[in-house]
């Protein structure tokens, strides 16, 4: 496993490689989420490159850019199990130099969920996934579920701009009990763990009615909201039940629903999601 | 020469293609200036591939993209005769779909010259070009001098988003009397035409004046200011003598300088440039 800091040294790399290549973004600090994008790549292109990059710009003034937690040497071990061929790891300054000015943006759905209290938030994902396909230039790009509103902008970023990939999504992996993989979850105290898994049981809870015949999108969204109100770590952010491409809030679920939450369990905000009729 | 009017037909003609690539990005109505860029581009690749497209997005509302000079068929038979391998012709509706969403944009010398009265038009500019860029996957694009502004905002799109091909500037090509080939030019009347070589002189006499060592740039944006208003056909819209790079305006001209100027002759607006100590 080749681990490369510059971008010159990442495209000469790239350059080497003989066959499909995918591509595993990350910010580190990896999990067993991570690890399954890295193995769904593996089943589906000949060579594995992962980044490490806990990328500044998609984070607010009043986020966790600071405290977001890192372990590149466990990372490192990880991914070398997985036999990963190439990690690209480089710094804010190489990604960033002195005068950088450009960016790439989606609007619309961007304003919607985690855009709405994260202003610029994906403004700094996608010109970073767009630069990092550059650099990289996959075939195909491995991106989590658990991150749904992300995989939609990045679909859209993709398809607008032609870029020259596929981005394939991956599904949500859990803890025994439900609450999905996050590097943030190491934050949360013994008991704040234990009542992190509100959100995937408001999930269940939502498409259970769903499957019994509820379509009405507002009393999907208040049984969730009634059930996360009962926890007295979680406080809501939002609840949502929308339009799996668009975003916008449904009335009816006749079709295809993303239910997506976020929801702040002490000083830890987590977020997740289920697709109804996908 | 293959002339191709959809992304997915284009990209599949480029996947045929092995050697160097070289693009001619166009809005069309072909003078003697853009085959100068394909003339360059066959002397350094395999294969060149143009586009005609007038991009409505780098327009303004007030501007004139309605009557921006189309013609096709004569496009197609000059670039037949310079032995053009594939053109890209797309429509409007093909390049921005329904539900469009994506930008990619420069910030900073993006704001000067051609950007301060023309807003929205350089994120037009790299919208589009970006779009072109990954649809045609060029090793080289060609673009001429005579677009300095829009030269730089492309080598800092590139630079900036670490896009994987050489950007080539071309010297702009001029008519006897010394007025920069231009497409608009053609909405010139016999009058205006005659006083359109303003433009070229004022240049001149900048230069003639840096050359004799005056360093001072005001003195030589006065200078120019001075011999164009003397034209009557004319209105200036600015006159500059900046950086080249970050397009800021230069109080000395110390190493290099963009010289530049954007000039109304009649209701046609012309811009010309130079560079003094390139």
Not at 8 to 35: C, N, Q
Not at 58 to 75: I, K, L, N, V
Not at 153 to 158: F, T
């Amino acid at each position: 496993m080749k681990v490369v800091e510059t971008i010159a040294a990442m495209k000469a790399e790239r350059g080497k490689l003989a066959g499909s290549v995918g591509f595993v973004p990350t910010m580190g600090y990896l999990h067993e989420g991570h690890l399954a994008l890295v193995r769904h790549a593996r089943t589906e292109t000949l060579t594995v490159i992962a980044s490490i990059f806990v990328n500044p710009t998609q984070f607010g003034p009043q986020e966790d850019f600071a405290t977001y937690p890192r372990d590149p040497e466990r990372d490192l071990a990880l991914l070398e199990k997985e036999n990963v061929g190439v990690v690209f790891m480089p710094s804010a300054q190489e990604m960033y130099p002195q005068g950088f000015s450009s960016s790439v943006a989606v609007e619309g759905i961007t304003e919607r969920l985690e855009g709405k209290p994260r202003p610029g938030h994906f403004m700094g994902v996608t010109t970073v996934v767009a630069k990092l396909f550059n650099i990289v230039q996959p075939d195909r790009a491995y991106f989590g579920q658990k991150d749904a509103q992300q995989l939609a902008v990045i679909r859209k970023m993709v398809s607008d701009l032609n870029m020259n990939l596929e981005i394939v999504a991956v599904p949500t992996v859990r803890e025994p009990d439900g609450l999905a993989m996050s590097s943030r979850n190491t934050h949360l105290s013994p008991e704040e763990r234990k009542a992190a898994p509100v959100l995937w049981k408001a999930l269940c809870l939502a498409r259970g009615h769903w499957e019994n015949g509820e379509k009405d999108a507002a009393r999907l969204r208040q049984e969730m909201t009634t059930l996360i109100e009962r926890e007295p770590f979680a406080q809501i952010e939002y609840v949502s039940v929308a339009d799996p491409e668009t975003l916008e809030e449904l009335e009816k679920v006749d079709s295809q629903a993303l239910v997506s939450l976020a929801v702040r369990i002490g000083g830890t905000r987590l977020i997740d999601n289920t697709m109804l009729g996908g």
